[in-house]
């Protein structure tokens, strides 16, 4: 039997992803496959697409799909996925988070971001669990969403949940070309080397180098001008059991410079 995951962390690219899966999406629609089979109650979502002054946590039992982007095409604002909230669940993760000295509030308002929905589309295309996001608060560091996800991650393994970083392995607006698909050449050297020296750390279980990697990542002020599509790997690896092994996913590079990679955290034999 597959061991079961415990946390995934998802490169969700251009909110064209949606619509154009290629090997990432149909990885996804595997691992999604997985997740219902060892029963998961639900996700916990972290996506960049939220920035808050401090942590919070959906709580609607069916929140909106917010389509915060401008300019893509129609068929992107016409997806409405039907996904369930978790109110109860809400409410335990920001007591769990509170007794741990990290204060949530309860969000009712708060929508579920492309960061979280366009993941969850590849997940589970025929639906799925229910799901609550967690806001990113902007002061975070590595460190932080290491520690933040190792609370989180054994408040899921507790509610038979599973733990979600949504961002993008390199994203630099200005190396982009948005104009093309996917990189079949040109990609720059500095993305195949940064996320190379990631996909190494990981395998060696390097949890505080990961979190680390704005000071030790080879070209990290290049793959990540701005860490925070970085931040939900330190927090999906942090959710995962201390000895978890790593699942490096199928890879493509979009718009030259948009790494799609992506991996998934397993439990492993005691």
Aim: hydrophobic letters at 40%; a negative charge.
């Amino acid at each position: 039997m597959t061991n079961a995951i415990d946390s995934i962390f998802i490169s969700h690219g251009s909110p064209t992803y949606a619509l154009e899966p290629g090997l990432p999406g149909k990885a996804l629609e595997m691992l999604g496959a997985q997740l219902i089979a060892q029963q998961t109650s639900a996700l916990i979502v972290l996506s960049p697409h939220w920035r808050s002054s401090k942590l919070a946590v959906t709580s609607h039992e069916a929140p909106v799909i917010v389509h915060d982007f401008h300019g893509f095409p129609r068929e992107l604002y016409a997806l409405q996925p039907e996904i369930c909230g978790a109110p109860d669940l809400a409410e335990g993760l920001a007591n769990s988070l509170g007794a741990h000295h990290f204060p949530a509030e309860l969000r009712p308002q708060q929508g579920f971001d492309h960061g979280a929905w366009v993941p969850y589309v590849h997940l589970f295309p025929n639906g799925g669990p229910p799901m609550i996001q967690l806001s990113m608060p902007v002061d975070w560091t590595g460190e932080t969403a290491l520690r933040v996800g190792e609370w989180v991650g054994e408040f899921a393994r507790q509610h038979r949940a599973v733990v979600v970083g949504s961002g993008s392995l390199t994203h630099n607006f200005d190396d982009m070309d948005l104009s093309s698909g996917r990189s079949e050449e040109a990609v720059p050297d500095y993305v195949t080397e940064f996320t190379g020296w990631i996909a190494t750390q990981l395998q060696m279980g390097h949890r505080k180098s990961i979190a680390r990697a704005a000071f030790e990542a080879p070209h990290f002020m290049q793959a990540h001008p701005d860490d925070d599509h970085y931040l939900p790997l330190p927090f999906a690896v942090g959710a995962a059991s201390a000895k978890a092994s790593v699942e490096i996913l199928p890879e493509d590079v979009r718009h030259r410079a948009l790494s799609m990679q992506s991996f998934a955290f397993r439990q492993t034999g005691s």
